[in-house]
């Protein structure tokens, strides 16, 4: 069926991200926060899929890594030694009018300059020369640099021997705890400890809906290597991340690949490969690989005195390894998702006219809803059997129920949900003891037993699965 191409399709999934109960704006009936959204209902779940996926697919289907789950608070020496207190900032500008800041590169770059390997002092020049202005049209400040961590206080005072900061990234943890995996676990070179959480940055600019958070969630693994193999495991899992983001139905096409240049890359990069989605405001970054050479590990031995080397049992070799570290960002990787599974159609009508549908096609092992129980009435023959079912189906994976408005009308809703099946229960159930199972692509339907359905549903769902 022919898609519509639509000038506002960004404007049309935060309706339908709102109106469906993926995301609510934060704290709405105080006036908002800026940049601050919930995930409702939905949206929980779909986060949810999207981070079991990950985890089955990098961490438990895997004999090479192992999971932790660090503070978001750490000493903030760990800070200190990785090099974040001094080098994690951005270039921030300031409306000399309204004093709301910017971030100068975004401001460049909108106007055409690539300023990732700029100093402050070519910035400054290079906005002089091009006259820019803040988008309110005001003059701007000089640029400075502006530390992204967020800062708070251990204990009841504010006292400078009290600070502390919110993690900004999850790697630290997995950096600070190597020689308890390394004690624990026994593994061996190659291997990575993997983590999903909480981050926090103090963005300076932040927007697109949920792509630029101030509080967000990343799902990151560090995989230790011999130094003189990083290369190899670099290529490998850049090919391994291309094959899950198309488990999410992220077409190839959609995604760029690009080489960060050496004056781009965070300090303590090598190399760095930034993976950038097509959304409908722009091509921009939603995971990325890094090759962190021993930068952690050694500046956390230097700076704290523990043993953060591995002994070869082969060879007897003692060295510190290096580091690949693939990083996810996880609300990234959910808007992305929603932006490649929504479509909009024309279809037949009973009558023989056409209507519009709109579908979020997600892949059924990520839908929020696998399936959706739906009585014809409302009449208590109908529903009876219907909660039946939804109580069976409920057990093996997750399953809706409605049974307001026609049927056609909770069609579409299911539609826009991305739930891959509908089960209707009508009268002829009464008789034949069967249901009419619905097709959320293709709009088939089947006739089942029902005491054939929930086997029919799991294969039909471990099917979509193996072929993704």
Known sequence: MPEKVSDSLMEKIVALSR?????FPGSEIYGGLQNSWDYGPLG???????????WKFFVESRPDVVGLESTVIMNPRIWE??????NFTDPLVEDKVTHVRYRADHLLEDAGINAGEMTLKEMAEAIKEKGLKSPEGNELTEPRQFNLMFKTYIGPTEEKTAAAYLRPELAQGMFVDFPEILRVTRKRLPFGIAQAGKAFRNEITAGNFIFRLKEFNLMEFEYFVKPKEWEKYFELWLGEMKKWMSSLGLKEENLHF?????????????RTVDIEYNFPFGVKEIQAIAYRSDFDLKNHAEKSGADMSYADPKTGEKFIPHVIEPTFGLDRAMLATICAAYSEESVKTASGGEESRTVLR????????????????????LTSIAREIWKDLRQSFATDYDETQSIGRRYRRQDEIGTPYCVTIDFETLNDKA???????????????????GEYLKAKLASDVSNV
């Open 19 to 23: 109106n469906r109960g993926f995301v």
């Open 44 to 54: 929980v779940a779909l986060m949810r899929n999207i981070r079991e996926s990950w």
């Open 435 to 453: 249901v009419t199972v619905r097709d959320r692509d293709s709009m088939k339907q089947d006739r089942i037993k029902i005491s054939e359905l």
């Open 258 to 270: 690009r080489e960060v240049a050496e004056g781009e890359r965070a300090h303590y990069s090598k």
């Open 362 to 381: 997600f892949p059924k092992n990520i839908a929020p809803f696998k399936a959706a129980v739906l009585p014809l009435s409302a009449k208590e023959d």
């Open 81 to 86: 030694a990785s090099g974040h207190l001094e």
